[in-house]
Nanobody, 123 residues
Framework: QVQLVESGGGLVQAGGSLRLSCAAS????????MGWFRQAPGKEREFVAT???????YYADSVKGRFTISRDNAKNTVYLQLNSLKPEDTAVYYC?????????????????WGQGTQVTVSS
């Protein structure tokens, strides 16, 4: 069992930056690939980025070059650095854990989810 707690969301102007954190409980954090997803009102949950236990990353085209996912296995934490934010990035951001080695872009392939953190980008 893995419990995930996100933090770091907030209100920021377009062009600004935020850093999201996701702290994981349990001693098996290294066994999981981690992903970030987001969900805007009235829309489906959308893949953002994923990082394998060894640090291999993959991004959605919409955030490539602006967002950076990373993990610190010693701290059981995964991060999402959000730069050059746009109003369309406004959403609740969720972190998730999967046993698939390189992660996945599909929400159904994740085993554990956090409660989410709100990111709002004003124009």
């Amino acid at each position: 069992q893995v419990q995930l707690v996100e933090s770091g969301g907030g209100l920021v102007q377009a062009g600004g930056s935020l850093r999201l954190s996701c702290a994981a409980s349990g001693r098996t954090f290294n066994s999981y690939a981690m992903g970030w997803f987001r969900q805007a009102p009235g829309k489906e949950r959308e893949f953002v980025a994923t990082v394998s236990w060894s640090g291999v990353t993959y991004y959605a085209d919409s955030v490539k070059g602006r967002f950076t996912i990373s993990r610190d296995n010693a701290k059981n934490t995964v991060y999402l650095q959000l730069n050059s934010l746009k109003p369309e990035d406004t959403a609740v951001y969720y972190c998730a854990a999967t046993t698939r080695h390189y992660g996945s872009q599909y929400p159904g392939e994740y085993d554990f989810w956090g409660q989410g953190t709100q990111v709002t980008v004003s124009s």
